[in-house]
T-cell receptor, first 111, second 114 residues
């Protein structure tokens, strides 16, 4: 089955700096890659997603890039703010709604 | 639209007991997936139900089972509880068509096994 690896497991950045989280996947059939943000004690919330026919997608300060050849995708957060502090999960899915999640990155933005 | 809801929010059980968790999806969503979340393990896929049928299954023992009703509500059952079953159990709903679509999570049920 699919295997998703996520790095780093923890990340600390100064407010205003950029943060980058990387994920690799193993199944070349995976075609949908969402990113979720989970604040302490809350449910995971979708923040951005990308499909395999697109190389990059941006939504304000958040962007995701996908390299299908290398089987990796990354989350980029620019101009980080303290409210960006949370755990971020990447995931990969083939058709059929079976998702495989990374183990999460705990991001801390230091004011 | 109301979001995904889960009941109960918290449960405390002892080893050997069984437990049933419930998930109500967003109206119009026909797919419900269940995940186990533990520290350091991330979200591990249990199973997915679509139109009352289990469509996908993760690598969990047979003690973990589920079902889906005609109104798309889903239940998950864990029998013969073990200490290692202590976790946050999340369900997520989506439209469930052939194209993989966005999953929306419920708040989770925190299960503690003593």
């Amino acid at each position: 089955g699919e295997n998703v690896e996520q790095h780093p497991s923890t990340l600390s950045v100064q407010e205003g700096d950029s943060a980058v989280i990387k994920c690799t996947y193993s199944d070349s059939a995976s075609n949908y890659f969402p990113w979720y943000k989970q604040e302490l004690g809350k449910r995971p919330q979708l923040i951005i997603d990308i499909r395999s026919n697109v190389g990059e997608k941006k939504d304000q300060r958040i962007a995701v890039t996908l390299n299908k050849t290398a089987k990796h995708f990354s989350l980029h957060i620019t101009e980080t703010q303290p409210e960006d502090s949370a755990v971020y999960f990447c995931a990969a899915s083939t058709t059929g709604n079976q998702f495989y999640f990374g183990t999460g990155t705990s991001l801390t933005v230091i004011p | 639209k109301a979001g995904v809801t889960q009941t109960p929010r918290y449960l405390i059980k002892t080893r050997g007991q069984q437990v049933t968790l419930s998930c109500s999806p967003i109206s119009g969503h026909r797919s419900v997936s269940w995940y186990q979340q533990t520290p350091g393990q991330g979200l591990q896929f249990l199973f997915e139900y679509f139109s009352e049928t289990q469509r996908n299954k993760g690598n969990f023992p047979g003690r973990f089972s589920g079902r889906q009703f005609s109104n798309s509500r889903s239940e998950m059952n864990v029998s013969t509880l073990e200490l290692g079953d202590s976790a946050l159990y999340l369900c997520a709903s989506s439209l469930g068509g052939t194209r993989t679509d966005t999953q929306y999570f419920g708040p989770g049920t925190r299960l503690t096994v003593l």
